[in-house]
């Protein structure tokens, strides 16, 4: 483990997935209680896309900004929200220099698979058909997200090509939960590891699909075939349980001749990176908002 990281381990919060209301609560003070990010250099705008039902999201407008990412935000599709992902959309817009929209979908156990990726799929297709009010290219669209999100985001990509919807240049996936079935070696060791661990990944997924089997748009490990789908960029921590499903998917996409730019970072666990004051979270957030500044590049 990072020395910088492991110091602050006895300070976690509890977030167990137990009881989502208690959760969301408590991961909102935390959230709460984080510095204010510097928003100078953009415009922040809170808008809802008309869906069904509508989806709010928070649109961060950099300045001279071209292309853009439907971005989604983690807490194991139970809990988290425009406020609490605040902090991060502001980040990755800055760094990035991309228009980021961050979307407040609908959450478990309240409502499950398909409702989020719904939500999601909605205000990807909301972005191309309005990238000019936008202020957009339209053949600039990302789609990306943190943990659950990033698993999200995948389905997204998949649901996308299989539909022939709206084209998504990239896929930026931090620390990606992608797979129901918890096999690999890292899910079935990592069973203490700090803030995320088995038995809290195995609890998101009931709060998601309930009694419904998960199909490759729920987990998007399940797919079968990879091939045509966008570039992506997977981060992952190495002592997290969802570790190796990452890594996996990142071969499999490479073994279907999609681009993989893969990031494994030594002696951090899942989201690690909200220790801001450790040289690593530092490192993993400008690579981030570097990737998807380039992938958005002419």
């Given at each position: 483990?990072?020395p ?5 381990i006895p ?10 209301v208690t959760d969301?609560r ?6 709460a209680?984080?510095p204010?990010p510097d928003?100078?250099?953009m ?9 069904g039902?509508?989806v709010p ?7 001279q900004a071209?292309?853009a990412?439907?971005w989604l935000?983690?807490?194991g599709?139970?809990?988290g ?11 990755l817009?800055d760094g990035?220099?991309a ?6 979908y609908?959450l478990?156990?309240?409502h ?8 999601a799929?909605?205000v990807?297709?909301w ?8 202020g ?5 669209i990302?789609?990306g ?7 999200l985001?995948a ?28 096999e ?7 069973t ?15 709060h ?7 199909s490759p748009?729920a987990?998007p ?5 990879l ?5 992506a960029?997977i ?9 190796d ?14 681009p993989?730019?893969l ?9 690690s990176q909200?220790?801001?004051?450790a040289e ?6 400008a690579e981030?908002g570097a990737?998807?500044r380039?992938?958005l590049?002419?």
């Amino acid at each position: 483990m990072n020395p910088e990281l492991e110091a602050f381990i006895p300070f976690l919060p509890t977030v167990d997935l137990i009881d989502p209301v208690t959760d969301r609560r408590n991961f909102a003070k935390l959230a709460a209680a984080r510095p204010a990010p510097d928003t100078a250099g953009m415009e922040i705008e809170d808008r809802t896309v008309p869906a069904g039902p509508d989806v709010p999201v928070r649109i961060y407008r950099p300045h001279q900004a071209q292309g853009a990412i439907v971005w989604l935000h983690g807490g194991g599709l139970v809990f988290g929200d425009l406020d609490t992902e605040h902090p991060w959309a502001t980040r990755l817009a800055d760094g990035s220099g991309a228009v980021v929209i961050s979307v407040d979908y609908r959450l478990a156990p309240e409502h499950r698979f398909p409702a989020a990726l719904d939500d999601a799929y909605a205000v990807l297709t909301w972005t191309a058909e309005h990238a000019a009010e936008l202020g957009i290219d339209p053949a600039r669209i990302a789609v990306g997200g943190h943990s659950a999100g990033a698993g999200l985001a995948a389905a997204v990509a998949l649901r996308a090509r299989d539909r022939q919807g709206p084209p998504i240049r990239f896929q930026l996936l931090n620390e990606p939960g992608l797979d129901d079935r918890q096999e690999t070696w890292s899910q079935r060791h990592f069973t203490d590891t700090p803030w995320n661990y088995r038995d809290k990944v195995a609890a998101a997924w009931r709060h998601y699909l309930g009694s419904v089997p998960a199909s490759p748009y729920a987990a998007p490990a399940r797919a079968d075939d990879l091939s045509g789908l966008p570039a992506a960029y997977i981060t992952t921590a190495e002592f997290d349980p969802v570790r190796d499903e990452g890594i996996g998917y990142a071969l499999r996409l490479l073994q279907a001749g999609v681009p993989v730019e893969l990031h494994q970072w030594p002696g951090t666990f899942h989201g690690s990176q909200a220790i801001l004051s450790a040289e690593v979270s530092q490192r993993q957030i400008a690579e981030l908002g570097a990737a998807l500044r380039r992938a958005l590049a002419d």
